[in-house]
């Protein structure tokens, strides 16, 4: 649909600029219906047909000129670019606020873990201003085990640290 | 005669489509710029906060740092020895939106702050964890190993 629009504004616009005289849109004793309601004003051809096309050949075949491709490219790059942006910072934002509270959550837990490292307890959910976290830890080696520290918000790891605590038992 | 068709001008449903159409493009775009600058507004309002919990964060880190051993935990008040000093206490308080180290101003403005105190039984290290708002309504937290002296036990 967009791009059917597009097309059609396309080629509104190489009509607009195309040198050539404008085209008879009908044949030779056909009626628009519309022909009762016309009124005076600058000429406008309702066919896409262009001197030069083959009788019967339909816009569709001809392709686009430079100056439609340049013209869509235009609209396309005001319209669409400073959305993307926009859409990309906000996110770039989200994520930066996200990690902060990640290293605080990570900070809370590897205080918690070094203190009490016989507690440990793989996974746990924080629920932080009506958002889930999830931290997960992984302890790996014994006597000084390294435990690795993520935190999750959807699935998505937004932080990670390393502690090293003296685990007896492994 | 023959009618010359090159003057025969638009059809009022042709003018009328063609106003409406490009009533709907200008008014897309229009709106689309206007949340586009209404976005950009917030998200840099946003990224202020971002820094400002940032900047609290990194405070409270340095503020919590000089804690060598807690005596009270209460939710609104701790009351610690100095790693700095042998003896001798002092306070850091949460009140009238501002965290107070001792009777002074740390320059730490906070909606709210809350200190918790995890330790086991006859245990002589437990954990201080703090946490609450910037002024801006995000969270913040933290926290860190402390001694324990007698009476922050099972608090």
């Known amino acids: ?170 | 005669m023959k009618p010359h068709r090159d003057a025969r001008g638009v059809t009022l449903i042709e003018l009328v489509l063609a106003i409406t159409i490009s009533a709907i493009v200008v008014s897309m775009v229009f709106f689309t710029y206007i949340s586009i600058f209404k976005g950009y507004k917030s998200h840099t309002v946003q990224s202020q906060h971002v820094m400002e919990l940032v900047v609290t964060r990194k405070k409270l880190d340095n503020l919590f740092s000089e804690v060598g051993a807690v005596e009270t935990v209460e939710p609104s008040r701790i009351v610690y020895v100095p790693s700095s000093q042998a003896s001798g206490t002092s306070t850091i308080a949460w009140a009238s939106r501002k965290l107070l180290r001792g009777s002074e101003e740390s320059g730490i403005a906070l909606k709210d702050m809350a200190f918790r105190h995890q330790t086991l039984e006859g245990a002589s290290s437990g954990v201080l964890l703090w946490e609450g708002h910037t002024s801006a309504g995000l969270w913040v937290g933290g926290g860190c190993v402390v001694k324990v002296i007698g009476a922050a036990v099972g608090q």
Request: proline share 5%.
């Open chain 1, 1 to 170: 649909m967009t791009l059917r629009f597009l097309r059609l504004c396309m080629n509104a616009m190489a009509r607009w600029t195309d040198p050539r005289p404008l085209a008879l849109s009908l044949s030779k004793g056909e009626r628009s219906p519309f022909d009762k309601l016309r009124v005076s004003g600058p000429c406008f051809d309702t066919s896409w047909k262009r001197p030069g096309m083959r009788a019967g050949g339909s816009s569709s075949k001809r392709g686009y000129t430079l100056l439609e491709v340049l013209i869509g490219l235009a609209i396309f790059t005001v319209v669409v670019v400073p959305l993307l942006t926009t859409v990309f910072d906000r996110t770039r934002v989200t994520r930066s606020r996200d990690t902060v509270i990640a290293s605080c959550l990570l900070q809370q837990e590897a205080a918690i873990i070094t203190a009490f490292p016989d507690q440990i307890v793989p996974f746990h959910k924080r629920r932080v201003d009506g958002t889930d976290w999830t931290i997960s830890v992984t302890v790996a080696g014994t006597g000084m085990a390294q435990c690795i520290l993520q935190a999750l918000k959807a699935g998505t790891a937004y932080g990670r640290t390393i502690v090293y605590v003296f685990k007896e038992g492994q």
